[in-house]
């Protein structure tokens, strides 16, 4: 799209005043773009008709393809598939991004339960109608698109958003389908949930139940795009994929197999941008802008919105235990609820996923094998009662407040709130690369306070073996659970463990790093890692036999210790507080396994490396910028480093 200028507007009106009229009608005549010529019908024989209808008689179901009006005029395209003959039936509504064309139709048949999605098979059983909308701009809807579109306010200055959208949508939904009963569930994963949870803001009346699963609730904090300020590089694939064009784009071609490579190649992550046309990305530069948590980011924070409207709407948020995408927005949201006063209507359920498996099979999570087919579980035993209880008058779904699985006991646990128990209880490193529930003793004389590495951001650590492929969707999606064996001996990682426990240690809650550390540089990164160590052999399962599995991982930029907002360089050579929140858990160290932290600087190429010197903007050091330094790790008495932990008895 083009503009004039108001030099050019002004030059072409005092040409219009001077002219003669004569020569103004001449060359206005001249200057007049051809009228636009109908459409030339194709010449001679054509085999494709002008409207195709195939036979739908043998269809179970009812196939409608609607553009939905928006308030402000904007129709946004809507599929929706109804049980031929339903009536006073619910309906299931997702709103997204990623093709509702696509997510309405897993195959080409007559039969409803074949047409829709795995997920969607209990819904199909039950007799709901089934819904999904492209979100505004995306596919076949109409509008603009922004990114996980800000609510109406200093943010949005337009008389729209997904709020209005959602109201509009389900207002239209019970006034057109004659099917329906008239209440509507929502339900939906990622971005998707998303979606749900601003349907919340300022729910509709007929909207009776809701079901935000992995939703992006804090995207600097700890969702897609950062993890307390370290910033996550697969989305330099996404961005161009979500927003080069309305329907489905490319990520970014390869030179390298190894993204390992390619990151280093480049440098940082705004030396990317600029190298491969993503600085032509409106929402790359409004990242690029807002490193930090300022008010961009904290006026997006879903989950402090809710807590000042808490909807009445009955919400079950999911969570997947190793949610490699979306680990942090729901049991947040849940717990500004909570804090809120606000429990009565919501449920949390986590169970043993990456992100939004529970679309999919549970049966395992890489070589962790559970007891069944637990998204189905979720589905079929959970999800399915509580839509049925609000939108069809079933029986109450009897949902504990909170059901979150326990991988190491191999099952679900029910609990009347959540977390079981604050992170309270300190396991302390200790000399010799120790880990006790005993603070540190006070050191001979002369004996170092703390341990020490050489973080050198050239020589970064991997956060899987290379090389490393974005694209390897089976490795993204378990690189949480893979055994951490792989950077164990490194010099750059510093391992700490406990003697095999003799009796187990049960933590329900999120558990908190509380690191204390000196570095040689002015910023720097701390990669905490909270580790099962499995015993040597296991024979029921011989490739656990000394598995190191990371229960709980994050990242902190060190900038931010002191404030998200207003970032400061770290004193060099003095000893500062790093304390983060790690993601929740509801795990059991068993008998005969040991307790293991490791921490480390880099997490490479999933997060960008941190200079290790501070800069005006941390996406954009120059290549002289990177430099190794040395961090020391207190362990003294008076500075203790522990990760606190959420025991329970």
């Known amino acids: 799209m083009s503009f004039f200028t108001a030099g050019a507007k002004a ?5 219009a005043v001077l002219a003669l009229p004569l020569q103004a009608s001449a060359q206005a005549a001249a200057a007049a773009p051809a009228a636009t010529p109908a459409p030339a019908k194709p010449a001679g024989p054509n085999d494709i008709p002008e409207k195709f209808t195939p036979p739908d008689a043998d269809n179970n179901y009812v196939k409608r393809v609607e553009m939905v009006p928006m308030r402000d005029g904007t129709k946004l395209y809507t599929v929706i598939v109804i049980p031929k003959g339903a009536k006073d039936a619910p309906i299931i509504l997702t709103r997204t991004p990623y093709n509702a064309k696509a997510r309405a139709k897993r195959t080409d048949s007559p039969n409803m339960l074949d047409l829709l999605s795995l997920a969607d098979e209990g819904y199909v059983e039950q007799g709901y109608i089934r ?3 492209d979100v505004r701009g995306k596919h076949g809807s109409e509008g603009a698109y922004v990114m996980t579109r800000p609510v ?3 943010l949005n200055p337009t008389t729209v958003d997904h709020v209005t959208d959602a109201w509009d949508t389900i207002d239209w939904l019970v006034k057109n389908l004659k099917e329906s009963n008239g209440k509507v569930g929502m339900i939906g994963s990622s971005y998707e949930g998303f979606t749900v949870v601003m349907a919340l803001m300022d729910p509709h009346p007929a909207l009776k139940a809701a079901v935000p699963e992995s939703p992006m609730i804090d995207g600097w904090m700890g969702d897609d795009w950062f993890h307390y300020g370290a910033f996550r590089q697969p989305n330099m694939d996404y961005f161009p994929a979500q927003t080069a064009q309305k329907g489905e784009g490319d990520g970014v071609p390869r030179a390298a197999l190894d993204d390992y490579e ?9 030396a990317y941008a600029r190298a491969k046309g993503l600085d032509q990305l409106p929402w790359w530069k409004k990242l690029y802008d807002h490193p930090a948590y300022d008010s961009f980011w904290s006026q997006q924070a879903l989950d402090k919105m809710l807590a000042t409207k808490p909807a009445t709407v009955p919400t079950l948020w999911e969570q997947g235990l190793w949610d490699q995408e979306d680990i942090y927005g729901a049991v947040t949201a849940f717990a500004a609820l909570k804090a809120a006063g606000k429990m009565s209507n919501n449920y949390l359920v986590m169970g043993p996923w990456f ?4 679309n999919r099979e549970g049966w395992n999570l890489g070589v962790f094998k559970w007891n069944g087919d637990t998204a189905l579980q979720f589905r079929r035993d959970m999800v399915l009662p509580f839509f049925n209880q609000h939108l069809k008058g079933g029986p109450p779904a009897n949902l504990a407040r909170a059901t979150i699985y326990n991988p190491a006991l191999n099952k679900w646990e029910s609990f009347s709130d959540w977390p079981g128990a604050p992170a309270t209880k300190a396991l302390y490193l200790q000399p010799g690369f120790g880990l006790s529930f005993d603070k540190p003793a006070p050191p001979p004389k002369g004996a170092p306070l703390g341990d020490s590495y050489v973080s050198d951001p050239m020589k970064p650590v991997t956060y899987l073996p290379r090389p490393v492929k974005f694209s390897d969707t089976d490795a993204w999606r378990t690189w949480l659970v893979r055994d951490q064996r792989f950077v164990d001996g490194r010099p750059d990682v510093l391992v700490y463990s406990t003697p095999v426990l003799t009796s ?3 933590i329900q809650g999120a558990p908190i790093a509380d690191i204390i550390a000196a570095t040689t540089g002015t910023d720097g990164d701390f990669v905490v890692k909270l580790i099962d160590v499995y015993p040597p052999t296991y024979p029921s399962q ?4 000394g598995y190191e599995l990371a229960v709980s991982t994050d990242i902190f930029r060190g900038r931010y210790r002191e404030s998200f907002e207003k970032p400061t360089p770290i004193p060099a050579g003095k000893p500062q507080r790093y304390r983060f929140v790690l993601p929740s858990q509801n795990y059991t160290f068993l008998p005969g396994h040991r307790i293991m932290v490791q921490i480390q600087s880099t997490l490479f190429p999933l997060y960008d490396r941190n200079p290790q010197t501070f800069v005006a903007n941390p996406l954009d050091p120059r290549p002289e910028d990177y430099k190794a330094q040395t961090i020391t790790v207190m362990r003294a008495p008076d500075q203790a480093s522990a990760i606190l932990l959420p025991v329970v008895p």
């Open 11 to 15: 030059a072409l009106c005092a040409f």
């Open 131 to 133: 819904v999904y909308q």
């Open 152 to 154: 109406i306010g200093p």
């Open 262 to 270: 390619t990151m280093m190649k480049f440098g940082s992550p705004a």
């Open 355 to 358: 992100h939004s498996q529970i």
């Open 504 to 506: 187990a240690v049960k």
């Open 542 to 545: 011989p490739e656990l036999g």
